[in-house]
């Protein structure tokens, strides 16, 4: 009986500590303004934002596997570029490459979610108009302002939008790998396998995920002209890397 006693006694400071901090999270977001763009990476709310990501990992019942982390390198921001088929992606990539403060390129929803929202924009992750050009250049530039005053590294899904189709990959935006040509930073490639199938799977199964780094290309490989080679290179290894 003493057994059963101590461990519910742990259970319920567990869960006081649980909703304490949710209470404290949903305190802190209050503070941030959901107008406005912050310029700097906050490192308060940065942890907040990992600290979430942790608990929600084995919530969701997640099994990662990451494969070629050791290519991204450590002394010099970059843009990452990677497939997209769930809105976990984004997620999972920034809890594998915590210490390399990432802030996602996004569309204008995500930073309407509550709580959630407002924490992403203090951590500088960007909206993007996918619908007029001109707006989604101004959102380039600020993300090269970024990274070049070496606040953080970019996110960015050249497909555009989720892939909810049977194809393999959707047609690449190749505007977002200017960030890369102008920032003069590497451009990480990378793959994700397995986010789509968490709706079908939790809370009963878990779900296995893979997240492979395939190649960085180098500031000096990159063309400085039109982007569409860039696009047509990356697409070609993400695709090989997806059907094999």
């Known amino acids: 009986m003493l057994v059963l006693k101590i461990i519910g006694w742990i259970i319920l400071l ?11 999270t949903i305190i802190c977001s209050f503070l941030v303004d959901p107008r ?12 907040l934002l990992d600290s979430w990501t942790a608990i929600a990992m084995p919530l969701l019942r997640l099994r990662i596997s990451a494969s070629g982390l050791e290519k991204i390198p450590k002394d010099t921001r970059f843009v990452i570029v990677c497939n997209h088929r769930s809105n976990l992606d984004p997620i999972v990539t920034w809890y594998l490459l915590r210490d390399y403060d990432i802030a ?3 569309k204008e929803a995500n930073f309407h979610v509550p709580f959630f929202g407002r924490i992403i924009r203090k951590c500088c992750f960007l909206p993007i108009d996918r619908v007029n050009p001109r707006n989604a250049l101004i959102t380039i530039n600020k993300a090269v302002d970024l990274i070049k005053r070496n606040e953080v590294s970019i996110g960015v899904y050249p497909e555009g939008t989720r892939n909810r189709t049977d194809a393999v990959l959707l047609p690449f935006h190749n505007g977002v790998f200017k960030i890369a040509q102008w920032a003069n930073v590497p451009l990480v490639v990378a793959t994700v396998k397995g986010t789509e199938q968490v709706n079908g799977n939790f809370p009963f199964r878990p779900t296995k995920i893979t997240f492979e780094v395939l190649d960085v290309i180098r500031p000096e490989e990159l063309p400085s002209g039109p ?3 860039i696009g047509k290179k990356i697409e070609c290894m993400m695709r090989e890397n997806l059907i094999a």
């Open 14 to 24: 567990l869960l006081a500590a649980f909703v304490s901090y949710a209470v404290f």
């Open 36 to 47: 406005k763009e912050y310029e700097h990476n906050s490192r308060f709310y940065r942890f």
């Open 104 to 106: 996602f390129i996004s």
């Open 227 to 229: 982007t569409k080679e």
